[in-house]
C-alpha cells in the first residue's frame, strides 16, 4: 500500500490522474485512475498493489523492484514517486 497526498493550490477544483508503472507481474488493486481535488485543499489517495506469490525457495534477498507513481492534470505531470521495493516472505510481523 502507498499513501499519497495531493495539494490544489489553485482557486478551481481539479482532476488529476495517477498512473502506476510496475515490475512485470505486478498488479495495481486500487488507486490508479481520475479523482478530484477541491479548490486549495489536500486530497488523499491510497494505491494498493499485488505482488505475485514468492517461491518458498526464492532466495532471502532479492533484487529490488522499482515502483513509479506518476501525477498529472490536464495532461501535465505534477509529480512523481519512485519507491524501491525488496520482495520477501513474511516481511511483516503476523
Do not use: C, H, Y
Amino acid at each position: 500500500m502507498i499513501p499519497l497526498w495531493i495539494r490544489n493550490q489553485t482557486a478551481a477544483a481539479q482532476e488529476f490522474t495517477l498512473a502506476v508503472d510496475l515490475p512485470a507481474g505486478w498488479t495495481v488493486q486500487s488507486g490508479g485512475g481520475k479523482f478530484r481535488v477541491a479548490a486549495k485543499q489536500i486530497g488523499s489517495a491510497r494505491v494498493e498493489i499485488n505482488l505475485p506469490p514468492l517461491a518458498e525457495n526464492a532466495p532471502r534477498n532479492q533484487e529490488a523492484r522499482e515502483i513509479t507513481v506518476r501525477a498529472e492534470t490536464k495532461e501535465q505531470s505534477i509529480g512523481v514517486v519512485k519507491l524501491r521495493v525488496e520482495p520477501r516472505k513474511r516481511a511483516l510481523p503476523e
